[in-house]
């Protein structure tokens, strides 16, 4: 019986049986093959994977499908592992705002100390996009653990840095191994469980993504004040450890067929490289514009022009050329799952520069320790975590992801608006109130929306739709946060150097001092550079209002549709099982049958024995041994009279 093409996202949803799935690019169809139909292809493994030219002149290539489905218990056991990287990576990323002055102090790099988190983000953002495609072709548990452990290898090395360049090496080393992490961890899930149950563990995955985005400058502050910032590094090395021996006994090896060799040739070499380069230039421009070099430098312009151009060529190489594409330019053709990648980029900017700038707020103008300044992001932490497992639930009970999105980014868009009136007095209760707001709006959008690029798109591109999905909100979180920076940096100073009580080398110190206040100000310079930086902040938050408004804007374009793909599939593998169920009585039917004209045609040629089967039979595979009720003597006699020998 020979599967149906898959035109639709229905088809997307038939995962019960492992399928190779061929992936050509352009308007054609995707198509499951049966597996064994697909093996049966000559020379698709052996050379190189690749088969027969498809409809516009590109190589067609074939990846396996890696779904699977566990026993709970099992589930469970993976479930644990892949939160624990998720929650390292996320913590990792967040637990260094904290630690920064102290690692400028030690290093005496004010000025450069940002850079520290831009390396982990600008690496974490350009190998994401390359993770799902390369777990298609080599297997998700295996690319997971060296992502781990390049993960491990650069947060072990970044304890150990003696001066600012080996700092930044390093945590871009660590952030190429997170992205990793974030995309796969997303990826193996939505692989072992269906898509009605999707948004459940998807829910809770993202409550570990927001404990971990929490937690980490809780951490780095409690590091940084009671022993040192090396072990906000360190101390995840252990842990990263654990998982890495979690998923090497729990998650099962879903073997992927092929030489090593066929498997190097389908990697889009030349996409990965112009999608590496694009992104590290676009930027390393904007992350070091307004803050290490000046806007219009020729080196940040040289920088922005020769990214745009290397990212048109990647457009084009994936679109005419990549057999296999990293990031196939048909997911652009779909507007639910294109409007939630625009979505995804503006959620990046926001999300990001809050866990960046709140620590800002609290630590400088509120006057708060490190520690303090992590404990008051707990309320928006706590919330969008219990969010994030509701809405998924409510996911999975309704069928439906809309109600979700829409009343999580209304609710969002609120908060946001609620922190522009952030100053100098604002009561923390207040604060804990809007971070409550503001919590339980994102929860609600983080991991449902998905869920819904995943329902809107083809069952073959879950993985290459997952790790494009999560490159857009990264690279948001680099614009975002070169956004807030150069805002920052030029508004603090226009604000210090306006001040009737600063001179101008105290507006000069305190602006170098960057992160923290110079000592020896006065009552009256004191309050004037809170002023100035309380001022500097205000339009980033506006901002932020800004995009959470359009973001709750575009999650009414998106469609809804996985109710009824749960409801159309359904019926589909109850008429496999129906058709299962008809054809097994209809094989024992026809054996019966054979099994007759053989007894038959003995009769004829040797005389009657019995019209039941015999050893012979059973000998020649004609009915099953157990079938034969012949006695042992009889079968015996009625061979050698067969062979024309005598006792």
């Given amino acids: ?39 049966a292809e000559p020379d698709i493994e ?65 000025k450069s100390i940002s850079w520290v988190g831009n390396s ?15 777990s298609d072709i080599f297997g998700r548990k295996w690319v997971l653990m060296g992502a781990l452990m390049i993960f491990a290898l650069g947060n072990l090395l970044s304890g150990f840095s003696q001066n600012m360049a080996m700092m930044i090496v390093f945590r871009a080393v660590a952030g190429a191994g997170a992205g990793g992490i974030n995309s796969l961890a997303m990826i193996i899930f939505s692989d072992l469980v269906s898509l009605r149950e999707r948004g459940k563990y998807q829910g809770l995955l993202g409550a570990a993504v927001a404990i971990g985005g929490g937690i980490g400058p809780v951490i780095g502050g409690a590091f940084s004040e009671e022993a040192t910032w090396r072990w906000v590094f360190w101390f995840t090395v252990p842990l990263t450890a654990i998982s890495v021996v979690q ?3 729990f998650l099962p090896l879903k073997h992927v067929v092929g030489s090593f060799r066929g498997k190097l040739a389908k990697v889009d070499w030349f996409g990965t490289f112009l999608i590496l380069a694009a992104t590290i230039f676009i930027l390393v421009a904007i992350s070091g514009g307004g803050s290490s070099y000046a806007w219009d430098s020729a080196l940040v312009i040289a920088l922005l022009v020769l990214g745009g151009v290397i990212f048109i060529a990647f457009l084009i190489v994936e679109w005419k050329v990549a057999p296999l594409p990293i990031m196939p330019l048909r997911l652009f053709k779909n507007l639910s799952v294109c409007v ?15 866990l960046y700038y709140l620590p800002v707020y609290f630590q400088i103008v509120r006057g708060k320790t490190a520690i303090e300044s992590g404990v008051l992001l707990l309320p928006l932490v706590i919330t969008q975590t219990v969010a994030s497992t509701v809405s998924g639930l409510v996911v999975s009970k309704t069928g439906r992801y809309n109600p979700s999105i829409w009343t999580g980014f209304v609710i969002w868009t609120i908060g946001l608006g609620l922190q522009t009136t952030f100053d100098r007095n604002t009561s923390i209760a207040k604060i804990v109130g809007y971070l409550i707001l503001e919590g339980s709006g994102i929860g609600q959008t983080f991991q449902t929306t998905l869920v819904a690029a995943q329902a809107n798109g ?4 879950r993985a290459v739709i997952t790790g494009t999905r999560n490159f857009f909100r990264s690279i948001g979180g680099s614009f975002g946060l070169a956004i807030c920076g150069s805002i920052f940096n030029n508004l603090l100073m226009e604000h210090l150097e306006a001040s009737p009580v600063l001179s101008n080398s105290e507006a000069s110190a305190i602006d170098s001092s960057s992160l923290s206040l110079p000592t020896g100000l006065t009552a009256a310079e004191r309050n004037a ?22 973001s709750a804007v575009l999650s009414f374009f998106v469609k809804d549709n996985l109710k009824d793909q749960i409801e159309e599939a359904q019926p589909e593998r109850k008429k496999k099982s129906k058709q299962d169920d008809e054809e097994k009585p209809k094989e024992k039917e026809d054996i019966g049958m054979e099994s007759d004209a053989n007894t038959k045609l003995d009769e004829s040629a040797v005389g009657s024995l019995s019209s039941t089967p015999t050893l012979e039979d059973a000998r020649n595979h004609q009915v099953d041994p157990l079938d034969v009720t012949v006695s042992e003597d009889s079968a015996e006699d009625h061979l050698r009279k067969k062979d024309g020998t005598t006792t």
């Fill in 458 to 461: 083809h069952k073959q591109d």
């Fill in 46 to 110: 052996a050379d190189a994977g690749i088969s027969r030219p498809g409809k516009l002149g590109k190589r067609r290539i074939s990846i396996q499908d890696q779904s699977d489905r566990l026993p709970f218990r099992k589930l469970l056991l993976v479930f644990m592992a892949m939160a624990l990287a998720l929650l390292l990576s996320f913590l990792d990323s967040t637990s260094v705002s904290t630690a920064l002055p102290a690692i400028a102090n030690d290093f005496s790099a004010a």
């Fill in 120 to 134: 982990f983000l600008i690496a974490n953002t350009a190998f994401q996009v390359l993770y799902g495609r390369i």
């Fill in 340 to 354: 939630i990648f625009i979505q995804t980029f503006l959620v990046g900017i926001v999300y990001y520069g809050n």
């Fill in 247 to 249: 998923i090497f006994f």
């Fill in 529 to 550: 550079a809170l002023d100035a930086y309380n001022s500097a902040l205000k339009p980033c938050w506006y901002m932020f209002l800004g995009v959470g408004a359009a």
């Fill in 1 to 39: 019986m020979q599967p149906s093409r898959a035109t639709s996202a229905r088809a997307a949803e038939q995962e019960d049986s492992p399928v190779q799935m061929s992936v050509l690019e352009g308007d054609a169809a995707l198509a499951p093959q049966p597996m064994a139909a697909a093996l």
